[in-house]
C-alpha cells in the first residue's frame, strides 16, 4: 500500500510563485495553504503597502480567489524588528507567520538573511522567540530550514533551537545550502529528526511526481509535503499526488499557458510577460516535451501577439 499524504503547502518561490502563479495552481490543486514570497527585513516596521506588495490577496482575507490560505514569510535576522513586523503582517490578515531560514542566495545571506542564518542556530532561537512572544498564542508560526549550511552536522542544534522557541510547524528542504538545489534530496536526515522533535514537519525537495512523493514519505516518515519547482514543472502535481489524478495533458495546459499569458499581460507586471512566460517554460520543459518546443520557438521573440501564436501552433502541432 502506497503511503497516504495528509497535508500538501505551495513553496515559497522568489521570483515565481507570485500571486498569479498562486491563483492558478490553487485553482487547479486542492492545497492546504501556500506560503508567499518573502517579505525582507532589516531595521523598522515596513509599511502596509510593502506587505500587499508581497501578497495582494491580503485584500481578499489572506486567501487566493479559490479560497487557499496564505501564511506571509519573513527574512531577517534582527529579532526585535522581526517580531513588531510579524505582528503587522497578522494584524493585516495573514494566516500565521513563516520564517525563511532556507535561502540560499548569496545576496540575502551575504545581509545575515535566509541559510547563512543555519551556522547560529542561537539566533533562530532568538527570532523564533520573538515572534513568538509578540503575537497571540493561537496564530501559527512555522519555519523553513535546510540541512544546514555545509554539512548537516548542526541539524539537530537547529531544530532544538526551533522547538525550544515554540514553533507550530518545521518544513525541512532536505539539502544544505552548499547543495543548492542539486539532487538528491536526502530525506532520511528529516526521518531522523521526526523521530526526536515533537512538532509537525514538513518535507521539501525533489518531489516532481507521484513516486517521489511517496518514496519522500517513506524516508522522511512525514505525511506532510511541501512542493516547489515540482509544481510548477506539473502544474496539477499536488492533486496528481493527493487524489491519483492524471498529470495534466499537454492540450489542456496548452489553455493553462494561455490564460496565464492574458492575466499576465492584464497585470502591472506586463513589461516582464515574454521573460516570465520562458522561466515558467523551463520548468514546464522537464515534464512536457513539448514545452520544451515551444520555449525554442519564443526564446528570442518579444512581441507578445507572436508568442501568443507560438502557443497556439505548438498547441495544434503536438
Known sequence: MKPQVKKIILAPME?????????????LNDYDFCITEFVRIVDALLPKHVFQRVCPELNNGCRTKSGT??????????????AENAVRAIEMGSHGIDINFGCPAKAVNKSKGGAVLLNEPEKIYQIISSIRSAIDSDDTLSAKIRLGFTDAS????????????NANQLTIHARTKQDGYRPPAYWHFIAEIKDK????????????????????IAQSKTHNLMIGRGALAMPNLANVI?????????????????RYSDLELQGDKSYY??????????????????????????????????????????????
Open 154 to 165: 548542526k541539524l539537530d542544534e537547529i531544530v532544538s533551537a526551533v522547538t525550544s522557541a
Open 69 to 82: 490560505p496564505l501564511r506571509m514569510q519573513l527574512l531577517g535576522q534582527e529579532p526585535v524588528w522581526m
Open 197 to 216: 522533535y515533537d512538532i509537525e514537519i514538513f518535507a521539501n525537495g525533489e518531489i516532481w511526481n507521484r513516486e517521489d512523493a511517496h518514496n519522500c
Open 242 to 258: 493527493r487524489s491519483n489524478e492524471t498529470p495534466m495533458p499537454w492540450l489542456e495546459l496548452s489553455s493553462l499557458l494561455k
Open 15 to 27: 521570483g515565481v510563485a507570485d500571486e498569479l502563479m498562486r491563483q492558478l495552481l490553487t485553482s
Open 273 to 318: 510577460f515574454s521573460s516570465r512566460l520562458k522561466q515558467w517554460l523551463r520548468y514546464l520543459k522537464l515534464q512536457y516535451p513539448q514545452a520544451n518546443t515551444l520555449f525554442n520557438a519564443i526564446k528570442i521573440l518579444k512581441n507578445k501577439e507572436e508568442i501568443l501564436q507560438q502557443i497556439d501552433i505548438v498547441a495544434s502541432t503536438q
